[in-house]
């Protein structure tokens, strides 16, 4: 259907187009808002849980390097 839509020199009849039209009429989804609400508060989450995750390792290597640092250059923190 997608070359149909896609060509300018091609035409629709009235039977195809009311099939097309009926056809995505009876495919709509009703909204379901609790479903979306949902799937956004676990994607939220899972990005809040993945930064924290990025943040404590940013942490621990801050502190590596420090501890390194401190290491080579004989100073206590």
């Not at 149909?4 to 097309?20: F, G, H, M, Q, Y």
């Not at 676990?42 to 420090?66: C, I, P, T, W």
Request: proline share 4%; net charge positive.
């Amino acid at each position: 259907m997608a070359p149909i839509a896609l060509n300018p020199n091609s035409r629709l009849t009235d039977a195809l187009e009311r099939a097309i039209l009926e056809n995505s009429m009876n495919q709509q989804t009703v909204a379901r808002p609790f479903v979306a609400f949902k799937r956004v508060t676990r994607a939220a989450a899972r990005g809040f849980g993945a930064l924290v995750d990025y943040v404590g390792e940013v942490q621990e290597s801050m502190n590596k390097a420090r501890a390194k640092s401190a290491h080579y250059s004989g100073s206590q923190w």
